[in-house]
C-alpha cells in the first residue's frame, strides 16, 4: 500500500470508529428521523461548495440510476438502521458486527464478477467470521434483540455493497458531486419524517455535538476520504478498515460510556477480524508459461528451401479443420519436410526450429 494509501487508511479508520459513540449519545436526545436527516443535512451543506466550486454537479448527467442505488445502500438504509439499532445494543456490540462487512464483500464478490474466488482458506475465514458473529449477536438475539442484530446486519450489507457500486460505476464521477447529491436526496427522504418526530425540548449541547460531529466529520469528511481511498487501494481493501473501526468503537465505549468488555465481546472480536483477514486474502495467480508464437509472429525458417508458414487461422476454422478426414491439414502444405521427407507439421517444426514446445496445463487458470 502506498504512503498516500497508509494515511487514507488510518484516517478512515478513526472517523469511522466514531459515529458508534456519536449516535449513541445522538439516540438518547432525538428520533431516528431527526438524527438521520441532521446527520446527511450538515454532509450535503458542507460538501455543497465543493461541489459547486468545481462545477462538478454537470458530470452527474447520466449515472441518476447508479446515485440512487448508492444513496439507498450506503446512506439511506444503513444511517437509519444503525441508529435504530443502537437505541438497544452497545455501541461496541454494534461496531464489531459491522466489521462482518468485508467477509459478506467477500460472498458478494464471488456471485458479482469478482476476479477471485474463494479458496479453501477464504471458505475458512468466511466460516469463522460467521462464527464470530453468531457468538456476538447469539446473546442479544436470544433476549429479544433479534430485531437489533438484523438491523445491523442489514446495515453490514448495505455497507459491502455501495462500495462495490462506487467502484464499479461511479468510479470516473467526482466525488464531492456524488457524496453531495447522495446526502442530498437521503435528506430529502427523511425531511418529512423529521419534522413529524422533532423533540419536545432544545436537545443538550451533548446531542447537539454528536450530531454536529456525525454530519462534519462522520460523513462529509469521511465521504471524501473514503473515495479517496477506494481510488487509491480499490474497494475490497477499502472495506478493511472494519478490522479496525470495531477496535476504536469498543475502547471509546469502554472508557467513554462505561460499557463493559466481556468474554463474548473478546472472542468475537478475534473471531470477526481474524476471518475477514483470511476471507478477503488476496489472491495470487500462478506464473503463466509463454505460448509458442503464432505462424505470422514465428521467427524466420533458417532453410532457404522452406515455404514461409501459412497464416493463422480462426479457432473454429481451425478445429473444423482438424476434424477432416481427408487431406492434409494447412500445417502440412507448406512443403517444409523431415529427414525422412515426410511434411513437417506446424507443431513438429516449432521443435525442429528450437521454440520452445507447449506444455499442457501451461494456460493460466483463474485466480485463487
Avoid at 166 to 190: D, E, I, M, S, W
Avoid at 215 to 228: D, E, K, M, Y
Avoid at 297 to 319: F, G
Wanted: aromatic share 6%.
Amino acid at each position: 500500500m502506498s504512503r498516500r494509501g497508509s494515511v487514507l487508511f488510518a484516517a478512515m479508520s478513526v472517523i469511522w470508529g466514531i459515529p458508534y459513540l456519536l449516535i449513541k449519545v445522538a439516540d438518547g436526545g432525538v428520533s431516528v428521523p431527526v438524527l438521520v436527516f441532521s446527520r446527511v443535512a450538515v454532509g450535503a451543506l458542507l460538501l455543497l461548495p465543493v461541489a459547486l466550486r468545481g462545477r462538478q454537479l454537470g458530470a452527474l448527467r447520466g449515472h441518476w440510476r447508479w446515485l440512487i442505488a448508492f444513496a439507498l445502500f450506503e446512506i439511506i438504509g444503513p444511517f437509519a438502521l444503525l441508529s435504530s439499532a443502537e437505541k438497544r445494543l452497545a455501541s461496541s456490540t454494534t461496531g464489531l458486527l459491522v466489521a462482518a462487512v468485508p467477509i459478506i464483500g467477500a460472498v458478494l464478490a464471488q456471485f458479482t464478477g469478482g476476479q477471485d474466488r474463494l479458496t479453501p482458506i477464504r471458505w475458512t475465514g468466511l466460516i469463522v467470521g460467521f462464527g464470530g458473529v453468531a457468538v456476538l449477536a447469539g446473546p442479544d438475539a436470544a433476549h429479544g434483540d433479534a430485531l437489533s442484530v438484523a438491523e445491523v446486519l442489514l446495515t453490514a450489507l448495505g455497507y459491502a455493497i455501495g462500495p462495490m457500486i462506487a467502484n464499479r460505476k461511479l468510479q470516473a464521477v467526482p466525488p464531492a458531486a456524488v457524496n453531495t447529491v447522495c446526502l442530498g436526496l437521503a435528506a430529502l427522504v427523511y425531511a418529512v419524517p423529521a419534522a413529524l418526530s422533532l423533540p419536545p425540548a432544545v436537545p443538550s449541547a451533548k446531542v447537539i455535538l454528536s450530531l454536529l460531529g456525525l454530519g462534519a466529520i462522520c460523513t462529509a469528511t469521511a465521504f471524501l476520504v473514503f473515495f479517496a481511498l477506494i481510488a487509491e487501494v480499490g474497494p475490497a481493501r477499502a472495506t478493511v478498515i472494519t478490522y479496525v473501526n470495531p477496535a476504536v468503537a469498543v475502547a471509546l465505549g469502554v472508557l467513554v460510556l462505561g460499557e463493559h468488555l466481556t468474554p463474548e465481546i473478546a472472542g468475537a472480536f478475534v473471531l470477526i477480524l481474524g476471518g475477514s483477514v483470511l476471507a478477503t486474502r488476496s489472491s495470487s495467480r500462478p506464473p503463466s508459461i509463454p505460448e509458442t508464437p503464432p505462424a505470422s509472429e514465428a521467427p524466420p525458417v533458417p532453410s532457404t528451401s522452406r515455404a514461409p508458414l501459412a497464416p493463422p487461422t480462426s479457432p473454429a476454422t481451425s478445429a473444423a479443420l482438424a476434424s477432416a478426414d481427408e487431406g492434409p491439414r494447412p500445417a502440412d502444405r507448406t512443403g517444409a519436410e523431415s529427414r525422412d521427407g515426410q511434411p513437417l507439421s506446424r507443431f513438429s517444426r516449432s521443435v525442429a526450429d528450437g521454440e520452445p514446445k507447449p506444455v499442457q496445463g501451461s494456460q493460466p487458470g483463474p485466480a485463487e
